[in-house]
């Protein structure tokens, strides 16, 4: 699966990372339902760190079609609001 993370680049992430990250995906929409602005802000960094740590780079003059698109490090509460579908950023 290729991931984009806005901002930075992509990365090749395998399929069967998808469990781990869905776990933090959902603590981070929780965090967004409650509001809570400290950790959302926690979660979201775990997240791009994991998919960093799992992934493989792509060259930045690659540019394969994304299958994920996550925010960048900087977003707010409100830009992921914006992106979120009915399942988190990470779908099932």
Known sequence: ?????MGEGQVKLADSH???????DDVLLKE????DGPGF??????LL???RELGT???DDSLEPSELILPAPDATLEDV???LGDGGLIPN
Not at 1 to 5: D, E, H, K, L
Not at 18 to 24: D, G, I, K, M
């Open 1 to 5: 699966m290729i991931v984009r993370i």
């Open 18 to 24: 998808v469990v781990e990250l869905n776990e933090l």
């Open 32 to 35: 967004m339902e409650s509001g």
């Open 41 to 46: 802000r926690t979660t979201l960094h775990a």
């Open 49 to 51: 760190d994991k998919v």
């Open 57 to 59: 780079p792509l060259p």
């Open 81 to 83: 609001r914006a992106m």
